[in-house]
């Protein structure tokens, strides 16, 4: 079955920068759009980041532009995001996704990783 592991968090200060890692099993990676989501205390889930199965295409939501970037390996069957200059509003649960094409929708998520940043 369709496994994502993501591992990276912790506790960061505004201004740091952090690398999330997802490691994915179970289905052909290399052939499949993934993307990263993210779910804040008490708010409901939103897109972050999105990559094509060939790296050809990224797609970002506009608070993250130019702060995050996504990245993947599909050698190694994982995805990555590369957050700089973190902000206390970063703060959430993330959650590592395999997307439909050339969407913002998730097919399968794993069990997410704490990210929290302090003022």
């Known amino acids: 079955q369709v496994t994502l592991v993501e591992s990276g968090g912790g506790l960061m200060q505004a201004g740091d920068s952090l690398r999330l890692s997802c490691r994915a099993s179970?289905?052909?990676?290399?052939?499949?759009?993934m993307g990263w989501f993210r779910q804040a205390p008490g708010k409901e889930g939103e897109f972050v980041a999105a990559i094509a199965w060939n790296s050809r295409k990224s797609d970002y939501v506009e608070f993250v532009k130019g702060r995050f970037t996504i990245s993947r390996d599909n050698r190694l069957n994982k995805v990555y995001l590369q957050m700089n200059n973190l902000k206390p509003e970063d703060t959430a649960v993330y959650y590592c996704?395999?997307?439909?094409?050339?969407?913002?929708?998730?097919?399968?998520w794993g069990q997410g990783t704490q990210v929290t940043v302090s003022s």
């Open positions: 179970g289905f052909t990676f290399s052939t499949n759009d």
């Open positions: 996704a395999v997307v439909a094409s050339s969407s913002r929708t998730p097919a399968y």
